[in-house]
């Protein structure tokens, strides 16, 4: 384990910060966060609000599954309400590319920071091997350790943890994967907490479970009930290059257009095509290049996916014009200060993906700029049918 960088805090924070770090070579590495939280009747005696902490990656939020507008009190964030002050460790896995990364730490409240750590794993046949070895503070059925997985598959997780048999208030650990928890069949009164220290007998244990979770945010979460450990965590990525997956808060291509989702693909054809333009007109293109998608007429009545109508040859300048390619290539590069541009290209993306706004193109499949004679383009194009002006672009249905 290659430890990149290392701050012990433990201070109280009331107002958010930024933490830099510097990534050397682009690859998986894991940041380590410690804080713990306050109840409310921790607090004050009439207070009503519990401290929380929520962290951010490169501008990132992180919410709760299904909640898109929840960010504090989820597996990924530090809730006093379940942590009682108890030390809560939420580590986050994922592909950086080199160079300035910021972490913003946003409280509510005053929670307590302890530790970071960043640090990049050995990666042995697409799996990781994590020696913890840490032990839980006394406590009462808490969230303890959650697992943050961002833009990552993941085939399978084993756990070795090691719970300890008293007469009294045994240790128990609960697991939760992506908000599912997983039930025990040895006692029916505690079946949502998986490992039980009645059968432990003092010694450690071990379990596999096949996941199988596409890529995207996913949280493993562990709660623990008394002392128990954590010993050990295997990831099994089912990939042994775990090659780097471009996103929209890591946009830069791996010089392989195909390697893109299709929101990506979409969204860089949006941002190189209309970045520049107003946002009906961003729209418009978006709709244009899905109404090419599955449409019965040569050639695209063959094409099944974005990719393979954006990168079609000869079909959208931006990929091949050398004054607008670099751009498509890496969209965040700061010498371009589009920065806006670009996550305002990607959401128009999203929603022209799954059809939620309007096709303001009405039904085009052709566009270009004002800068072309238009005689010149129906010229080349003699089926192309002229719909309507949108700020610089007009397009054409067939």
Known sequence: MRIIKEENFKKTINQKFSFSFDIPAEGLYLIEISARARSEKQIGKNETDDDDLRIEIDGRKFAQLGEPARYFDIPAAFSGGQLHNLKKTVVFLCQFSEGKHVLAFVPDREPT????????????????????????????????????????????ISIELTCQKRKWDRDDVKIIIDGQTKRNLKNGIRRFWYWLGAFFDGKSQSDTFAVNLTKGIHYIEFWADRTPTLNRVML???????????????????????DDSEKMILARAIFGEAGNQIRDARIAVGWSIKNRLGKDVYPWRDYKTYNDVVLAPKQYDAFVDPRVRPK???????????????????????????????????????????????????????NAKYIKQIDDLLFYGI
Do not use: M
């Open 113 to 156: 920071l302890e530790e970071i750590k960043i640090y990049q794993p050995q990666i042995d046949g697409g799996k990781i091997n994590l020696e913890l070895n840490q032990q839980a503070e006394d406590g009462d059925r808490r969230d303890w350790y959650t697992f943050t997985l961002i833009d990552l598959t993941l085939k399978e």
């Open 236 to 258: 099994n990525f089912g990939d042994a290059s775990l090659k780097r997956i471009p996103t929209v808060y890591d946009p830069k291509w791996t010089e392989e257009f195909h």
């Open 328 to 382: 498509l290539e890496d969209p965040l590069n700061e010498i371009y200060n589009e920065r806006r541009a670009w996550f305002e290209c990607y959401e128009i993306a999203e929603l022209v993906f799954d059809e939620k706004v309007r096709d303001v193109s009405e039904g085009a499949v052709f566009f270009h700029d004002i800068s072309i004679p238009q005689p010149s383009f129906l010229k080349a194009n003699p």
